[in-house]
């Protein structure tokens, strides 16, 4: 099966600036997971959908992250306006609902983001 | 928020070596430890995982011990290979939905 697509591959921007990512899930699945890794950490979620619905997002920045998942398939992800500290890897990932008792996340290859 | 705290930040061993890295999480009722590798460019991938109710989980050359009274769980990579030089990341279940919280990560360079 096709992986998770993520693009841009890179970005850079400068501060201040607009930016938005976008991902196409494996087929099928119906959770979309959202995750910031900064460089030398773990990945850390922002957002988790489920279909169109946000199952989680405690941990997005609302102020200046936005999330959606229109028709419970491509999501994008944005950032207005980007500060320095948003310099990070930004992954997505999907999962199967009915393997929930799993949770095997399936990882894109990520944007890098580069704030100047 | 849970918390997995992971350990050591680096590791090199030589070719053959065993690498052994360990994580703690805090409480949780979850039944689900994995644990991803990731290389440089790429995105994690899932390599082994373990449900607390056995104590060891071999695929290969990895494996799982986990001990459950202490909260811990540790991968062991036998016969290592320079191929397994990558970043490795434990991860633990939290919330409702199940969502993971990721360790800080161990980067793995096996010496040729």
């Known amino acids: 099966e096709a992986g998770v697509a993520q693009s841009p591959r890179y970005k850079i921007i400068e501060k201040r600036q607009s930016v938005a990512f976008w991902c196409n899930p494996i087929?099928?699945?119906?959770?979309l997971y959202w995750y910031q890794q900064i460089l030398g950490q773990g990945p850390k979620l922002l957002i988790q959908?489920?279909?169109?619905?946000?199952?989680?997002d405690s941990q997005l920045p609302k102020d200046r992250f936005s999330a959606e998942r229109l028709k419970g398939v491509d999501s994008t992800l944005k950032i207005q306006p980007a500060k320095l500290e948003d310099s990070a890897v930004y992954l997505c990932?999907?999962?199967?609902?009915?393997?929930?008792?799993?949770?095997?996340?399936?990882f894109g290859p990520g944007t890098r983001l580069t704030v100047l | 928020q849970q918390q997995v705290k992971q350990s050591p930040q680096s590791l090199i061993v030589q070719k053959g070596g065993i690498s052994i890295i360990n994580c703690a999480y805090e409480?949780?009722?979850?039944?689900?430890f994995p644990w991803y590798q990731q290389f440089p460019g790429k995105g994690p991938a899932l390599l082994i995982a373990?449900?607390?109710?056995?104590s060891e989980k071999k695929e290969g050359r990895f494996t799982i011990s986990f001990n459950k009274s202490a909260k811990q769980f540790s991968l062991h990579i036998m016969d290592s290979q320079p191929g397994d030089s990558a970043t490795y990341f434990c991860?633990?279940?939290?919330?409702?939905?199940?969502?993971?919280?990721f360790g800080s990560g161990t980067q793995l360079t096996v010496l040729p």
């Open positions: 991860a633990a279940p939290a919330g409702s939905a199940r969502q993971l919280t």
């Open positions: 990932a999907s999962s199967r609902q009915k393997d929930r008792g799993r949770n095997e996340q399936f």
């Open positions: 087929s099928g699945h119906a959770t």
């Open positions: 373990i449900r607390p109710d056995v």
């Open positions: 959908f489920q279909n169109n619905g946000v199952v989680d």
């Open positions: 409480n949780t009722a979850f039944d689900y």
